[in-house]
């Protein structure tokens, strides 16, 4: 970026990368690596698959607790009344045939379709 116009430029910034290749190429990161690797080892952690084992087990024991908690609550929720839904349907339209057709949780018969076409 130019500081000057306050836009992005397409060269590169010279002073920008030497000082971000300074930060990143840091000597010694071999051993730092070896050093961590080897503390994971004495804290009995092993190879990264072993820890992603580890957490898989604890991810699928949470996963069965939550598909039962789901379950359970699914199943404890009462169906919803429909009876003040046919009612409103029935007053509105004036038609227990309509308020049978948009309030059932069935496909409409079509004896029914045909019946309330017939009537007008």
Known sequence: MNPESGAFSAEQDRELGTALRALLDRGGEAEFVVAVMAGARAA????????LSRWSSVAIAAMIVAAVGAALTMRSTPEPSQALDTEWVATTTGSVAAAALFTSQDAPD???LYASVESN
């Open 110 to 112: 079509a004896a029914m």
């Open 44 to 51: 009995g952690v092993g190879s990264p698959r072993a820890v």
